[in-house]
C-alpha cells in the first residue's frame, strides 16, 4: 500500500498521547472524588458500575480516527480490474498423438472442450485466434472478437503428424501481432505517437509432448515471444499410459505409446514468463483453461481506496457512539 500525501500518517502519533491523556484525567477523577467521599460506598449509590467495559466505546472511536487519518493520507492500493481488451491465440496441437483416448473421448476434443470453457470465461473484447499445428503450423482463424468463427475454427481441427511447437509459437506471434494504425497524415501509426499501450497478447498452448519437425526451434520461439513481451502459457495433456493405434498393410494394428513429454513445455513458459499447467483428464483441462481466461480477464492497477476508509472510520463512530450510548447510560 503506497499513500499520496503519507506525511499525514505522522497524525497516528497523536493516538498514544490521547491515551495517555485519557488515563491521566481517569487517574485526577478517581483521585478527586475519593477526597469528597468514600469509593467503598459507591455500590450502595449506584445499581451497577461498567468497569473495564466503559473503555470500549473510547477503543472503538480511536479507531474510527486512526482510520479517517489514513483515508486523509490517500491510500493506494494494487487491486484486480477487468481487463477490456487482449489478445489471445489459442495453439492446440493435432499431431498423431492428439488420437490417444486416455483422456476421454479424445485428447484433441478434450482439447476442444477446453477451448471452448475458456472463450466463456474470456470477456467478449477479447480477440481470439486459433492456431493448428502437426507437421506444420496452421492459421485455424486469425484473431477476431466473432465467437462463432472461433468455435467453427476448433471443430475444423482434424489430426496430422508431427509436432511442430517451434513453428506453433511463431505463428502466433505473427497473427496476433496488432496492425498499426494509419496517421492523420497517411503513414503508420506507433505507440509513441497515439500515446496509447496496445492491447497485451498472450499464447496459450496446448500439446502433449516435444517438438517433432517443424522449422523454428522452440528455444528461438520462446526468445522472440520473450523480446515482444508475449507470455505463453502451455498445457501438458495426457496421461504415461496413452496409446494410439496405426493400422498397417495387410489388416495388421501396431500400439504405439504416447507418453507426455512437458520438457518443452516448461521451457517455453519459464522463458516467456508464462504459466505451463499439467491436465491428465478432460475435467481438469477445461478447468485450466477456465482458469486462465478468468485470468487474462483481468490485471493489476492502482486504485485509491480512500473510500474504504472514510466508509470504515463512519461505521466505527457509529458503533463507538452506540456502545457509549448503552453501556455508559446512567441508571436512575
Same mark, same amino acid.
Given at each position: 500500500?503506497?499513500?499520496?500525501?503519507?506525511?499525514?500518517?505522522?497524525?497516528?502519533?497523536?493516538?498514544?498521547?490521547?491515551?495517555?491523556?485519557?488515563?491521566?484525567?481517569?487517574?485526577?477523577?478517581?483521585?478527586?472524588?475519593?477526597?469528597?467521599?468514600?469509593?467503598?460506598?459507591?455500590?450502595? &449509590?449506584?445499581?451497577?458500575?461498567?468497569?473495564?467495559?466503559?473503555?470500549?466505546?473510547?477503543? $472503538?472511536?480511536? =479507531?474510527?480516527?486512526?482510520?479517517?487519518?489514513?483515508?486523509?493520507?490517500? *491510500?493506494?492500493?494494487?487491486?484486480?480490474?477487468?481487463?477490456?481488451?487482449?489478445?489471445?491465440?489459442?495453439?492446440?496441437?493435432?499431431?498423431?498423438?492428439?488420437?490417444?483416448?486416455?483422456?476421454?473421448?479424445? /485428447?484433441?476434443?478434450?482439447?476442444?472442450?477446453? &477451448?471452448?470453457?475458456?472463450?466463456?470465461?474470456?470477456?467478449?473484447?477479447?480477440?481470439?485466434?486459433?492456431?493448428?499445428?502437426?507437421?506444420?503450423?496452421?492459421?485455424?482463424? @486469425? @484473431?477476431?472478437?466473432? /465467437?462463432?468463427?472461433?468455435?467453427?475454427?476448433?471443430?475444423?481441427?482434424?489430426?496430422?503428424?508431427?509436432?511442430?511447437?517451434?513453428?506453433?509459437?511463431?505463428?502466433?506471434?505473427?497473427?496476433?501481432?496488432?496492425?498499426?494504425?494509419?496517421?492523420?497524415?497517411?503513414?503508420?501509426?506507433?505507440?509513441?505517437?497515439?500515446?496509447?499501450?496496445?492491447?497485451? /497478447?498472450?499464447?496459450?498452448?496446448?500439446?502433449?509432448?516435444?517438438?517433432?519437425?517443424?522449422? $523454428?526451434?522452440?528455444?528461438?520461439?520462446?526468445?522472440?515471444?520473450?523480446?515482444?513481451?508475449?507470455?505463453?502459457?502451455?498445457?501438458?495433456?495426457?496421461? *504415461?499410459?496413452?496409446?494410439?493405434?496405426?493400422?498397417?498393410?495387410?489388416?495388421?494394428?501396431?500400439?504405439?505409446?504416447? *507418453?507426455?513429454?512437458?520438457?518443452?513445455?516448461?521451457?517455453?513458459?519459464?522463458?516467456?514468463?508464462?504459466?505451463?499447467?499439467?491436465?491428465?483428464?478432460?475435467?481438469?483441462?477445461?478447468?485450466?483453461?477456465?482458469?486462465?481466461?478468468?485470468? =487474462?480477464?483481468?490485471?493489476?492497477?492502482? /486504485?485509491?481506496?480512500?473510500?474504504?476508509?472514510?466508509?470504515?472510520?463512519?461505521?466505527?463512530?457509529?458503533?463507538?457512539?452506540?456502545?457509549?450510548?448503552?453501556?455508559?447510560?446512567?441508571?436512575?
Amino acid at each position: 500500500m503506497s499513500f499520496t500525501w503519507p506525511l499525514v500518517l505522522t497524525a497516528l502519533l497523536l493516538l498514544p498521547v490521547l491515551v495517555v491523556a485519557f488515563l491521566w484525567y481517569e487517574r485526577r477523577r478517581r483521585a478527586g472524588g475519593a477526597r469528597f467521599g468514600n469509593p467503598d460506598l459507591l455500590p450502595n &449509590a449506584i445499581d451497577r458500575e461498567p468497569g473495564k467495559v466503559r473503555y470500549l466505546p473510547l477503543a $472503538v472511536l480511536l =479507531l474510527a480516527l486512526a482510520a479517517m487519518i489514513v483515508g486523509v493520507a490517500r *491510500p493506494k492500493a494494487t487491486v484486480s480490474v477487468p481487463r477490456e481488451e487482449a489478445t489471445v491465440v489459442l495453439a492446440i496441437d493435432v499431431s498423431r498423438s492428439m488420437k490417444a483416448e486416455d483422456i476421454e473421448p479424445t /485428447r484433441l476434443d478434450a482439447a476442444r472442450a477446453a &477451448a471452448r470453457a475458456f472463450l466463456e470465461q474470456a470477456p467478449e473484447k477479447f480477440r481470439v485466434g486459433v492456431v493448428s499445428f502437426a507437421t506444420q503450423a496452421l492459421v485455424a482463424v @486469425p @484473431p477476431t472478437e466473432d /465467437r462463432t468463427l472461433v468455435l467453427d475454427a476448433l471443430d475444423s481441427l482434424t489430426p496430422g503428424e508431427g509436432t511442430a511447437i517451434g513453428d506453433a509459437v511463431a505463428l502466433s506471434l505473427q497473427v496476433g501481432r496488432p496492425e498499426p494504425e494509419a496517421s492523420p497524415e497517411g503513414g503508420s501509426g506507433s505507440e509513441s505517437e497515439s500515446g496509447q499501450e496496445p492491447p497485451p /497478447r498472450s499464447i496459450l498452448l496446448l500439446s502433449d509432448g516435444k517438438r517433432d519437425g517443424g522449422a $523454428v526451434d522452440p528455444a528461438e520461439a520462446a526468445k522472440e515471444a520473450q523480446a515482444q513481451g508475449v507470455p505463453v502459457h502451455t498445457v501438458l495433456v495426457g496421461t *504415461p499410459e496413452g496409446v494410439v493405434e496405426e493400422r498397417l498393410v495387410g489388416g495388421y494394428t501396431r500400439i504405439i505409446q504416447v *507418453p507426455p513429454s512437458p520438457e518443452t513445455l516448461q521451457q517455453l513458459s519459464a522463458a516467456t514468463g508464462g504459466q505451463m499447467f499439467t491436465a491428465v483428464d478432460a475435467e481438469q483441462l477445461r478447468a485450466v483453461y477456465a482458469d486462465l481466461g478468468s485470468r =487474462l480477464g483481468s490485471r493489476k492497477a492502482e /486504485r485509491e481506496i480512500t473510500d474504504a476508509f472514510a466508509g470504515l472510520a463512519a461505521v466505527l463512530l457509529l458503533v463507538g457512539a452506540t456502545l457509549s450510548a448503552f453501556l455508559l447510560r446512567r441508571v436512575p
